[in-house]
């Protein structure tokens, strides 16, 4: 009777793992002011007597690839319908932008900008 033969093992091969998707290039600068025009101090908080304390609008502003706002939203506003809000907001849409930019190439990205109201007495 033959003696069984030892099996051979096939070769091994390399299982090949595989390669990650590239991650999405990061943003290398951010969107920027280039000029922040001022806002009109809104006639309703005078006329409301609500210009005697200092007010503070904090902004996002969507910059596009041409470097001009797309959507406007508050961060952080002024309660009540004094018009601090809507002041900010019209003189953020007149401002101007430098886009950001990924590898050199102009994209759309947020910037945040602050209009602060002095008091009026």
């Known amino acids: 009777i033959p003696k069984p033969q030892p099996m051979q093992e096939a070769p091994k091969q390399a299982i090949p793992t595989p390669t990650p998707a590239p991650a999405a290039a990061a943003v290398t600068e951010p ?56 002041a900010a907001i019209d003189a953020a849409g007149k401002s101007t932008f430098s886009p950001a930019t990924r590898d050199g190439k102009p994209v759309k990205g947020p910037v945040e900008i602050a209009y602060k109201f002095q008091k009026r007495r």
Request: aromatic share 6%; proline share 7%.
């Open 31 to 86: 969107a920027r002011v280039v000029n922040q025009v001022p806002p009109v101090f809104p006639i309703r908080a005078v006329q409301m007597n609500k210009a005697n304390e200092e007010r503070i609008v904090r902004l996002r502003v969507l910059v596009g690839e041409q470097g001009l706002p797309l959507k406007i939203s508050v961060i952080d506003g002024v309660a009540g319908a004094y018009g601090y809000d809507e």
